[in-house]
């Protein structure tokens, strides 16, 4: 009889450890921090049990535990205070990311801190731009963009990560920076972000959800494929250093598109609502936790993410070093 044995290299731990084609690294993880307002505020995210709101004292501390942990990249949110139509708060050199971004890079230099570039945490209307007559305006809200990387960069930031979804970021941005001084600080593009529903607890997280409409005009359709090609590709030609794809889970077939065909590093996004579902199946006993987080960051690396973005970074960093 004639097949293939292919249970041989499945007898042991050990042999199957030496045929495993792909591994989870502790440098491979993005931790991400909410940094709100105050002091000594720690609130715990009700739809992310784990996550915070911190002030920047317990915010310090948690990067703290993350160096520690081998931890070599975070990615700093804003919860400021005051919104408003302008999210002047976002390029305010004394706001919330700014302060945070300085205080992390005096207590941490070697440590890699991403700010995440958009406005919809700044705005009173919760959307990513400035908006007239109920809609996104793209051209002005560039300005605006490229204002709050700018002074992001000024606070300290070694990579700018936009995320807003407006066309030409990346060049307004790129262009910006340059003219500030700023040639050496990389672009870390949320290039294929998919207006997705797994977003939810982020916005609980940020008070970031918009007010009216939803961000379906400029966040791109979930049935869509070639269009992520285009996104891609543009963002490439502007400058982009790094394309992050956004969510992961459901974007696995994208992600390998990307790895593919581009031959920049490639970012995936394990989002708040991919983390929720884990923790809610986890405390009614249904999964287990571990076990289905490892499955699921190695899918993401498996489809072809050099790097993943996640709220369990610190979980797997212990895990990784055998700790319960
Ligand atoms: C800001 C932004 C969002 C997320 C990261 N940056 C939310 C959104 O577009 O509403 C979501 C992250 C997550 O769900 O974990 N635009």
Not at 125 to 130: A, T, V, W
Request: charge should be negative; aromatic fraction near 10%; charged fraction near 25%.
């Amino acid at each position: 009889m004639q097949f293939a044995r292919h249970r041989r290299l499945r007898q042991t731990a050990n042999l199957r450890a030496m045929v495993r084609e792909t591994h989870l690294h502790t440098e491979d993880f993005i931790y991400p921090i909410f940094v709100i307002e105050g002091e000594k505020i720690k609130n715990e995210v009700p739809s992310m049990p784990g996550v915070y709101q911190q002030s920047l004292d317990y915010a310090l501390e948690d990067v703290s535990e993350a160096v520690d942990l081998g931890i070599r990249s975070i990615i700093v949110f804003g919860v400021p205070n005051e919104k408003n139509d302008i999210a002047s708060q976002a390029y305010c050199e004394h706001g919330i990311v700014q302060r945070a971004i300085r205080a992390i890079k005096d207590a941490f230099p070697e440590l890699v801190v991403i700010a995440d570039t958009c406005l919809c945490h700044y705005t009173s209307h919760g959307h990513c731009g400035i908006v007239e007559n109920g809609t996104i305006i793209n051209d002005d809200t560039l300005e605006l963009l490229a204002k709050t990387a700018v002074s992001q960069a000024k606070a300290g930031a070694d990579i700018i990560a936009p995320s807003n979804m407006m066309d030409g970021f990346v060049t307004a941005i790129r262009q910006a920076l340059d003219e500030e001084g700023f040639t050496y600080v990389p672009i870390m593009s949320y290039a294929v972000k998919y207006a997705s529903a797994f977003y939810g607890p982020f916005r609980d997280a940020a008070h970031s959800a918009p007010q009216f409409g939803d961000r379906k005009t400029y966040q791109m359709d979930a049935a869509n494929r070639l269009e992520a090609f285009r996104e891609a590709q543009a963002d490439v030609d502007q400058g982009a250093d790094f394309l992050m794809v956004k969510p992961a889970l459901s974007y696995l077939d994208i992600i390998r598109d990307l790895k593919n065909h581009f031959h920049l590093p490639i970012v995936a996004y394990n989002v708040s609502g991919e983390y929720a579902m884990v923790k809610a199946a986890e405390q009614n006993g249904w999964i287990d936790e571990k076990a289905v987080v490892l499955e699921m960051l190695t899918s993401m690396k498996r489809a072809g993410a050099d790097l993943i973005l996640t709220y369990f970074a610190k979980d797997v960093a212990r895990w990784l070093k055998g700790e319960k």
